[in-house]
């Protein structure tokens, strides 16, 4: 289901995420960067802050100045407008596998598969069409941000002035990351199924 995941973000990322606003957030990131790397340099200069040693004050103040730059990377906003086929009376869908989904789609999500009912295939495929892009949008803030805690988490460390607990803290997030990857790869996986499921017999 992992690789499934990753197979069905790089396709559908584009869906999700508007490239104009992507380079927007790009440059208002990379400004940050920049801005960070003189203000962490003169209170460098001024206090000290990056521990001892030309190299170590260098590492920290890069790894900090990065870690800036991906956190508002990640908080510029960068997704398409919703449409509204993903909204509900012109709101939102609520991004959550518990929510998002009716309950005669979420057996449907489950480590195992299972073949999707005639009567429930209209349902799965709603949801899980809501659900990819829910899961991409947050896969895809979700890694800078991530990535963004554990280069300033890594500075803290090499500046001295902090334990590696923040660090090992930032990792457990990391590695739970590959588990919503896996749960889209179980949103495809059962929207697949439903295309291939026979539709629902109608009386007349």
């Not at 995420?17 to 790009?26: M, N, P």
């Not at 899980?128 to 988490?153: F, K, N």
Request: net charge positive.
């Amino acid at each position: 289901m992992f690789r499934l995941g990753c197979s069905v973000f790089r396709r559908h990322t584009g869906d999700v995420f508007d490239r104009a606003r992507v380079r927007r957030a790009a440059w208002i990131a990379g400004a940050a960067t920049v801005v960070s790397v003189v203000a962490l340099s003169a209170l460098e200069a001024r206090f000290g802050w990056a521990g001892t040693g030309l190299v170590r004050s260098v590492v920290a103040i890069a790894l900090l100045a990065i870690g800036i730059g991906l956190l508002v990377f990640g908080c510029v906003p960068s997704r398409r407008p919703l449409d509204p086929a993903a909204t509900i009376n012109g709101r939102p869908v609520r991004v959550d596998l518990r929510f998002a989904a009716r309950p005669t789609t979420k057996r449907y999500l489950r480590r195992r598969a299972v073949p999707v009912a005639p009567e429930d295939r209209d349902a799965v495929l709603a949801d899980t069409m809501l659900l990819r892009r829910g899961l991409i949008a947050l896969i895809g803030r979700a890694g800078p941000l991530l990535g963004g805690g554990v280069a300033a988490a890594v500075a803290c460390v090499v500046a001295g002035w902090a334990q590696w607990f923040p660090l090992l803290w930032v990792a457990g997030y990391v590695l739970s990351a590959p588990g919503y990857l896996a749960d889209l790869g179980r949103t495809e996986r059962a929207r697949l199924a439903a295309l291939d499921a026979p539709e629902p017999m109608t009386t007349d």
